[in-house]
């Protein structure tokens, strides 16, 4: 490798030397091709100067040549040089792969002693463990053996207690069976008894509570009735009294209408023969509680003197019966002075 960079060293310098040479020549030349002309005579003067350029545009050409030759020569030689890095790394990369594979087969030949080693241990293992089981399970099948043994005997013995046993048990049920037998019949008996004097007994409950019942559709009948006519003769006295206070209102409203005419002070003397209706809310005493236009004359201050002269009259001619009072508290005042 050291050896191919001094000559490629080498052979680099010659070439630059080469082309310094050629340089040099060919700017001589070019400075002879465009000297400014002498004072030689002109024929001489032209000879001089066509050869000079026949002799410059040859070597000019021989140059170009001489570099493109030289250009493609150290391409190549770069290229040559690329190609073999290449395949030193390509060889490095497949010497690398190479002992990674080696290291690599190395380890699982390791591996694959370790786990036949292992596996020779677990198989010695798994035998002892064999011939312990079966020692164990001949000492089970013998101790089972004696075992079953002894349980048929007790399940003989059990056997037989339980046949003497079934045949006090049969005895007994048979006994209990004919005492519940007639223990059935009498409770049977008794419970018909029962239920004869169950049935008389809700049978007479059935006709007293038709009787209670009847009696208390009979009296709620008697109240409804009772009810309904208190709440007719109550509408009626409502109605009578209700009567007797708009009478006793409509009574004083001359003397109402008198006492605010008295309080109004009229806006203008344009306003002539308006009216408005207003709605009225007195206390038990008279006194106005509110006044509210309800249906307006057309004419805002008119409307406004009608308020205030009520507010003024207060408290207002009013029924003394306070009786009278919830029927009549509100009521409506047509307003017109000039009526």
């Given at each position: 490798?050291?050896?191919?960079?001094?000559?490629?060293?080498?052979?680099?310098?010659?070439?630059?030397?080469?082309?310094?040479?050629?340089?040099?020549?060919?700017?001589?030349?070019?400075?002879?091709?465009?000297?400014?002309?002498?004072?030689?005579?002109?024929?001489?003067?032209?000879?001089?100067?066509?050869?000079?350029?026949?002799?410059?545009?040859?070597?000019?050409?021989?140059?170009?040549?001489?570099?493109?030759?030289?250009?493609?020569?150290?391409e190549q030689r770069?290229?040559?040089?690329?190609?073999?890095?290449?395949?030193?790394?390509?060889?490095?990369?497949?010497?690398?792969?190479?002992?990674?594979?080696?290291?690599?087969?190395?380890?699982?030949?390791?591996?694959?002693?370790?786990?036949?080693?292992?596996?020779?241990?677990?198989?010695?293992?798994?035998?002892?463990?064999?011939?312990?089981?079966?020692?164990?399970?001949?000492?089970?099948?013998?101790?089972?053996?004696?075992?079953?043994?002894?349980?048929?005997?007790?399940?003989?013995?059990?056997?037989?207690?339980?046949?003497?046993?079934?045949?006090?048990?049969?005895?007994?049920?048979?006994?209990?069976?004919?005492?519940?037998?007639?223990?059935?019949?009498?409770?049977?008996?008794?419970?018909?008894?029962?239920?004869?004097?169950?049935?008389?007994?809700?049978?007479?409950?059935?006709?007293?509570?038709?009787?209670?019942?009847?009696a208390e559709k009979?009296?709620?009948?008697?109240?409804?009735?009772?009810?309904?006519?208190?709440?007719?003769?109550?509408?009626?006295?409502?109605?009578?009294?209700?009567?007797?206070?708009?009478?006793?209102?409509?009574?004083?409203?001359?003397?109402?209408?008198?006492?605010?005419?008295?309080?109004?002070?009229?806006?203008?003397?344009?306003?002539?023969?308006?009216?408005?209706?207003?709605?009225?809310?007195?206390?038990?005493?008279?006194?106005?509680?509110?006044?509210?236009?309800?249906?307006?004359?057309?004419?805002?201050?008119?409307?406004?003197?009608?308020?205030?002269?009520?507010?003024?009259?207060?408290?207002?001619?009013?029924?003394?019966?306070?009786?009278?009072?919830?029927?009549?508290?509100?009521?409506?005042?047509?307003?017109?002075?000039?009526?």
């Open positions: 490798m050291a050896e191919q960079l001094k000559r490629c060293l080498g052979y680099t310098r010659s070439v630059f030397f080469s082309l310094a040479l050629h340089s040099l020549v060919f700017a001589f030349l070019l400075a002879d091709l465009w000297w400014p002309f002498s004072r030689v005579p002109e024929v001489i003067e032209r000879a001089s100067t066509m050869e000079a350029a026949a002799v410059s545009l040859e070597e000019i050409q021989k140059i170009r040549k001489q570099q493109a030759l030289i250009k493609e020569q150290e770069l290229r040559e040089i690329e190609e073999q890095k290449q395949r030193e790394a390509e060889a490095e990369r497949l010497a690398r792969e190479q002992e990674q594979q080696r290291i690599q087969e190395a380890e699982r030949q390791r591996v694959e002693q370790e786990r036949r080693e292992q596996e020779e241990a677990r198989k010695l293992a798994e035998q002892a463990e064999q011939e312990r089981l079966a020692e164990e399970r001949k000492k089970a099948e013998e101790a089972e053996q004696k075992r079953k043994q002894e349980e048929a005997r007790k399940q003989a013995e059990e056997e037989e207690r339980k046949r003497k046993q079934e045949q006090e048990r049969q005895k007994a049920e048979e006994e209990e069976r004919k005492r519940k037998e007639e223990a059935e019949r009498k409770r049977k008996e008794e419970e018909a008894r029962k239920k004869a004097e169950e049935e008389e007994r809700k049978r007479k409950e059935e006709e007293e509570r038709k009787k209670a019942e009847e009979k009296r709620l009948e008697e109240e409804r009735k009772r009810a309904e006519e208190e709440k007719l003769l109550k509408q009626l006295e409502e109605e009578a009294l209700r009567s007797q206070a708009i009478r006793s209102l409509s009574n004083l409203r001359d003397l109402i209408a008198e006492d605010i005419e008295d309080n109004w002070r009229r806006p203008s003397q344009e306003i002539q023969g308006l009216q408005a209706t207003i709605k009225v809310r007195v206390s038990i005493n008279g006194e106005v509680l509110s006044a509210e236009v309800i249906k307006s004359s057309g004419d805002l201050k008119f409307d406004r003197s009608a308020e205030v002269a009520i507010d003024k009259a207060s408290p207002l001619p009013f029924p003394s019966n306070p009786k009278y009072y919830d029927y009549i508290k509100e009521f409506n005042l047509l307003f017109n002075p000039d009526g």
